[in-house]
Structures are given as C-alpha cells and as structure tokens.
C-alpha cells in the first residue's frame, strides 16, 4: 500500500499502519505480524497460539508469547496516533466522547498481580458478584445514529487502590487535550460532550475538567437528592448565608416543583419520549469520600437535571424514568432533546467490548503480567482502528445466509473478512458503456446426428459384479435366502 494516497480511506489506513509499526520499540516484526494475524484471522479469536497457524503470522508460537511477555510498545505514541486518525461526529459536529469500563476477568489466576475486584451481574435478577480480573477503563468517541461502531481512543488499566472518578478525569483529560493538539478541535467548535453512566461522580468530573472545553452528562441514581439554589439574605439578618436551598428529592414529585424545560417527542422504538428539566440543582458535598483531601469550603457545583420517560422500551419490560444531570446550569429547548438523545447513544460502546472480546479475542489468553496485559489490549485497540479506517474499502463478503448491506452499514465482523484485501477503487458496480448483444439459446434440442459424422455406439449400463478367488467362473445369484442348517 506504499503506492496509496494519503487522503483516501486506503491511504489513510497505509499511514497509520507506519506509525503503528513505528510505536513498537522492542520485538517490532513480531508484534506487527501478531496485530496482522489478529485482523486477517477467518474466525474468532480463541488463543493465541491459534493465530501462529495464520498466513500473517511467519513465524513459530513461541515469539508470539516472547512478544507479548518481553516485547515493548510506546503508548504515548500509539496514543497519539491513534487520536490524529478522523474521528466520528454528532449530527452538529461536536465531539461526543463516552466512558465506561469493563473487565477482563481472572478468577483462577491466583498468582497474578494487580487483580481487583470486578463488579459483574450474576444470572438472577439483581444479582451483583465480584469476580477478581483487571478493569480497564476506555474512552470512545461516539457517531450520530444507530451503529455498531465506535472510535476507541484510550485504555487504561485500573490498579488496587486506584479512585475511579480521578483516574477517569486525568484519562479523559489528556484525550481531551491530545485532541486539541491534532487539531480535532478548533477554537470556536462546540464543546465537547463526555457521556457516562450512575457508576461515575458527575458533579466532580465535571469539578476536575471546568478548565477544558468540555461538558459532562452522566445518569444519576434514582435515589439521589439534590439542593436547590440558597434563597437571598433577608436584610437585618446576622446569622451565617446560607449555602444551600430547598431539597429536590428524586422519589418525591412533591419536592419537584414546576419544570423549566418540557419538550415532547415521538419516537419509533420507544414511543413518547417525554423531557422535563430543572435548572441550577446542585448536590451538597461533605469532606468525604473524593472529597476528604479538599481544603476549605466545598465547591457549589450547579447543573441542570433532565428526567426522561417513555412510553415502552422495545425489549417489552416496563420503562423507568431515567435521571440525567448536566453540568451547565441552564438548559435550552433544543439542547434538552439533543442531551437525551446524546446519552441514548451511549448504548453503542456496548458493541465494541463484544467485539474485542468475542471476535478478536480480547480476553481469551491467558496470560499472568498484567504489563503483557496491557501490550496485548493496545494491539487489540490498534487493530480495531484499523479496521475502522478500511471501513470504506473492503468489500462486503458476507456469508450466504446474511442479507447484503450497504457500504455504510457494514459491521466490524464483516470489514474484518475483507480486510485482507482493500481497493482503491469504489466497491460499487461501474456503469456499461456499450451494450453487449443478447446470446439466443436454441428452443429445440438436436436429436439427430448431423451428416457424415460416425454412428455412436449405444451406452450401456454395465453392473460391477465381484468375481470370485477360486476362478473366473459366475455364479448364478438368487433371491431366495440362504437356508439355514438344521444339523
């Protein structure tokens, strides 16, 4: 692909695979041809040593497990290189950024360093288990509407003691800024949205990040009471301000009051979507917890709270409200509906960690340093932007019970079969220019020979029949069954 444009889909795809190669300090062929073997693999991933036996992979099984255990890769670089290649965009333009983690869990590995405790659902209903394994917490960027694909940006390995909400923000922090410098984000562009679920401390995300272009939105616990903004001082009064209003209790629609913001819409999946914001709520922080290290007051962290219902949801159970909070104090009409729709797609990341795990094989080996740990989960995320970036190239090779799909809808499953061989050219067929004539095929069939030609000889359909040892003599077969001996 040395031959290939550098603003094409293939041209792109050639560039980074060089800086790809460039990122690997030690054992470079080696870990190339693995992450090679990885995409060009025509089943899932359940070893690794089953992808030495791929064509990609010139060398013995025994390098792919000195790669990943001795060899070495520079993640600043990689990083760095995988946040210059284009990026997906809201409908507006915008950056929607989600976080989330999952595990790579290792019950039986009881020699392995650096294992927590993973939160994982058991098979009843509401039913928590922890297993111990490796969390990993990623940061993707999202694409407007319904897909399976996302843009995997950064990995990062939670370790025993680690607080979640801080290691996320200095994660996001430098994506955030790593976006900036390669010019993903322009001065004047919206601002960046970061989407995440109830397992994450909105208010203080959003406290660590107040000085990047970024606003939070996270989903709150049903639970939670917030503080409505403190009421001013009477005059005369010499008690102490007060910091905090009124309560705004999630399970009390007395305590609500009236909303600022309701807007109505209606959807094919979930019927009536029906918003309701409340704006300037804020929670009351203690010195506890994120917070204990905070000298002096604690911060007044407003934000706008959404509440979204819907008629039905399409797997049939019933619908519960949903609680999200937005780190801006006050809300617009058009901003409510683009919010909640904004953390619908956030239920795209749920895609990619199937993918890694089931397809590429995230988390089938077995392997005992969580360093070679982390080695392995870049070449993963390496070969997943790989595939994204030859999207546009490849070639629908679909199984023969699948329906054809567009170039826009093709699956990361189905990029990865074809990735072996991408074209510069359009997969769509070209028009003819000239019309070829029409071949006639005869109504009636030939039966007699034409003159002059040899007569045929007659077919026949001659039997197999087994001579015997003893001669070349037949023997005369019957239908009769053989008599049994009475003596």
């Not at 890694?356 to 932007?385: E, F, I, M, N």
Request: overall charge positive; proline content about 10%; hydrophobic content about 35%.
């Amino acid at each position: 692909m040395h031959d290939a444009g550098s603003t094409d889909e293939v041209g792109r795809l050639a560039a980074f695979r060089r800086e790809f190669h460039a990122s690997l300090t030690a054992r470079r062929d080696a870990l190339f041809e693995l992450a090679d073997a990885l995409l060009c693999g025509d089943a899932p991933v359940r070893s690794l040593v089953e992808l030495s036996l791929v064509g990609e992979h010139r060398r013995g099984h025994g390098s792919l497990y000195a790669a990943l255990n001795r060899g070495g890769i520079d993640i600043a670089r990689l990083r760095t290189a995988v946040a210059a290649v284009p990026l997906p965009c809201a409908a507006d333009g915008r950056v929607v950024l989600a976080v989330d983690v999952t595990c790579w869990l290792r019950p039986e590995a009881h020699t392995c360093p650096e294992r927590v405790l993973c939160h994982t659902y058991g098979r009843g209903k509401d039913t928590h288990i922890g297993v111990p394994g490796w969390p990993y917490s990623f940061v993707t960027a999202l694409e407007a509407g319904r897909t399976s694909w996302t843009a995997p940006l950064d990995a990062r390995r939670l370790a025993p003691g680690d607080d979640a909400a801080t290691v996320t923000a200095g994660q996001l922090r430098d994506v955030v800024q790593r976006l900036i410098t390669a010019w993903q984000w322009h001065p004047g562009d919206p601002d960046v949205w970061i989407v995440a679920d109830a397992g994450y401390d909105g208010p203080r995300l959003a406290f660590l990040l107040a000085d990047l272009p970024v606003q939070v939105l996270v989903r709150m616990r049903s639970d939670r009471v917030l503080r409505r903004p403190a009421p001013p001082r009477l005059p005369g009064t010499t008690s102490r301000p007060r910091r905090h209003g009124g309560e705004f209790i999630f399970g009390d629609p007395g305590s609500w009051g009236d909303p600022a913001v309701t807007t109505s819409t209606d959807t094919r999946l979930y019927g009536t979507a029906t918003a309701r914001a409340w704006h300037r709520l804020h929670p009351r922080l203690t010195h506890r917890t994120a917070w204990i290290s905070q000298h002096g007051p604690l911060p007044i962290l407003e934000g706008t709270v959404i509440l979204l219902t819907v008629d039905r949801l399409p797997s049939g159970p019933t619908a519960k409200p949903v609680w999200l909070w937005w780190s801006q104090p006050e809300a617009t009409t058009a901003e409510t509906d683009l919010l909640w729709q904004a953390f619908l797609r956030r239920f795209d990341i749920e895609h990619t960690p199937r993918m890694l795990k089931q397809t590429l094989g995230w988390t089938s080996p077995k392997l005992r340093d969580p360093h070679a740990a982390d080695r392995w989960t870049w070449l993963v995320l390496a070969a997943y932007t790989q595939l994204r970036l030859a999207r546009g190239a490849v070639g629908d090779l679909r199984r023969p019970w699948e329906r054809p799909a567009p170039p826009e809808r093709l699956t990361p499953a189905r990029v990865r079969r074809g990735f072996r061989h991408p074209t510069h050219q359009s997969r769509q067929p070209r028009p003819r220019t000239e019309t070829l004539p029409t071949r006639t095929r005869p109504t009636t069939r030939t039966t007699q020979p034409p003159a002059g030609s040899p007569p045929r000889r007659p077919h026949r359909h001659r039997r197999h029949q087994h001579k015997p040892k003893g001669g070349t003599k037949k023997t005369k077969t019957s239908n009769n069954p053989r008599p049994r001996r009475t003596d």
